[in-house]
């Protein structure tokens, strides 16, 4: 499967964005799909992640109750809804697809396969 994450930008602290991960090759239904962040000087660090078989989802501490991952089987796309933007959100956000069939914690960038080429998110007065 290819990624294509999108919709990253400048935005002030309190606004919101969207950030979409297309999907072509095969069918995200297929696979545990996750966000990951990495900022300058840091690493790679866990945002979000969505289960394969019944769509649980997971949270970074840092982002639960701000941001929301979702996923669109019909239009093979991955979706982060950020909301109360913080500086400290700042990075580079990439989607990632797991494809394994058996438990997985979805939180380690280790567990997963496919990764896209990410996009810029900067939250700046």
């Known amino acids: 499967v290819q990624l294509q994450a999108s919709g990253g930008g400048l935005v002030q602290p309190g606004s919101s964005l969207r950030l979409s991960c297309a999907a072509s090759g095969r069918t995200i239904s297929n696979y545990n799909m996750g966000w990951f962040r990495q900022a300058v000087g840091n690493e790679r660090e866990f945002v979000a992640a969505i289960r394969r078989i019944n769509s649980s989802t997971r949270y970074a501490d840092s982002v639960r109750g701000r941001f929301t991952i979702s996923r669109d089987n019909a239009k093979n796309t991955m979706y982060l809804t950020m909301n109360s933007l913080k500086p400290e959100d700042t990075a580079v956000y990439y989607c990632?697809?797991?494809?394994?069939?058996?438990?997985?914690?979805?939180?380690?960038?280790?567990?997963?396969?496919?990764w896209g080429q990410g996009t810029q998110v900067t939250v700046s007065s």
């Open positions: 990632a697809a797991d494809k394994t069939m058996i438990y997985s914690t979805m939180t380690e960038s280790r567990e997963y396969d496919y």
